[in-house]
């Protein structure tokens, strides 16, 4: 293989724990793996907004590189800059890398949004390229007139994991819902779903994040409080690779309605571990999900929600559903790309939209 040097670009340190930061992580890593020399830069201020101190640390990460490097951006770090991006776009091999559009997220009141779109248009247009982690991430840029030439999709790649085992005999069924607590995961959805099927047994677990969002994140927390069910859901905060392994080894279907996925890599997750799945046809998770290991409804559909769990928690009749779509899950599962065959597919598309 071909191998080159990169410089990217995140926002805040690469160890966050989010599936944004996991996936840039990963491929900063498994480049090196290949023989490429990564340089990884941390940039400083609040994105994706772009304040002050956000284009300050942009444009100098930007100008202490040498003409004709390969830049990767991510898109957090750039979509609310346009004017930092052009000004260097013309001496460095600028990428962009959105995991999705800025202004697709949930949460945003329209005017923020339309300005958010606005701006990420012009920074994107700038790019010698632009990298999208699925290929409904790559429509909606087509749709903010990127050209598909310009274009490449460079999914995730999953592990290999132990397959799940169940909570133990006698424990009513277990949910698992990984997501940090911010409003485009619908927690507060999940949360409605389970007040209408509280007669049915079960528990669910929620890792992830309680400080992404802070006033979302209480508001969740008041909301299992006053529906009486705080005894049978846990928000467990943000875990480690090993706990949030044994968390899924623990549970029964995996169960996450966000309004919007750019991708989903907790969807792959979950199906390598042969978890049924219950989702939401948001965004790109169609593409992620096949119809035969899970139940997608439609976003923000509480009522729809509630059925097609209760389909899967209904005694002997939703153990066999469970079991079903769990024997879906895993042969569907041997199909995702691993990390090593994402991160070969980011290198050729590094070389071919921006060649040495």
Do not use: N
Not at 33 to 42: C, L, N, R, Y
Not at 193 to 211: F, H, M, Y
Not at 259 to 283: D, H, I
Request: proline share 7%; with cysteine.
């Amino acid at each position: 293989m071909t191998v080159g040097r990169l410089h990217l670009l995140v926002p805040g340190p690469l160890d966050q724990y989010t599936g944004g930061y996991v996936y840039d992580s990963r491929m900063a890593a498994g480049l090196r793996q290949f023989g490429w020399t990564v340089d990884v830069h941390s940039l400083e201020g609040e994105f994706p907004e772009g304040d002050q101190r956000a284009e300050a640390s942009l444009a100098e990460t930007l100008a202490l590189l040498p003409d004709g490097a390969r830049v990767l951006i991510d898109g957090l770090g750039m979509g609310a800059l346009p004017g930092t991006v052009a000004r260097h776009a013309g001496r460095l091999k600028i990428l962009g890398l959105v995991h999705h559009p800025l202004a697709d997220e949930t949460g945003i009141e329209e005017k923020k949004r339309a300005k958010l779109e606005a701006l990420e248009r012009e920074a994107l247009a700038v790019c010698t390229g632009v990298i999208a982690t699925s290929r409904f991430t790559c429509e909606r840029l087509v749709a903010y007139g990127l050209p598909r030439a310009r274009l490449r999709a460079v999914p995730p790649g999953t592990d290999p994991a132990r397959l799940v085992a169940g909570p133990e005999p006698g424990q009513p069924p277990r949910l698992v819902c990984v997501a940090a607590l911010i409003p485009r995961k619908g927690h507060d959805v999940l949360l409605r779903a389970l007040q209408r099927i509280r007669a049915v047994p079960w528990t669910c677990t929620c890792p992830g994040s309680l400080d992404r969002a802070p006033d979302h994140s209480r508001a969740v927390l008041a909301q299992a409080k006053a529906a009486g069910l705080e005894g049978r859901i846990e928000f467990s905060g943000e875990c480690g690779v090993r706990t949030l392994d044994d968390i899924y080894h623990g549970a029964s279907i995996f169960v996450l309605p966000s309004w919007y996925e750019g991708y989903g890599m907790v969807f792959a997750e979950a199906l390598v571990r042969g978890l049924p799945v219950v989702g939401t046809t948001g965004g790109a998770i169609p593409q992620t999900v096949p119809g035969s290991a899970g139940f997608l409804v439609p976003p923000g559909d509480d009522v729809a929600l509630a059925d097609a769990l209760a389909s899967l928690l209904a005694g002997s009749a939703g153990a066999a559903r469970r079991a079903r779509l769990a024997t879906a899950a895993r042969k569907y599962a041997l199909k995702l790309p691993r990390w090593d065959h994402s991160v070969g597919l980011l290198a050729r598309s590094l070389l071919e939209l921006a060649p040495d």
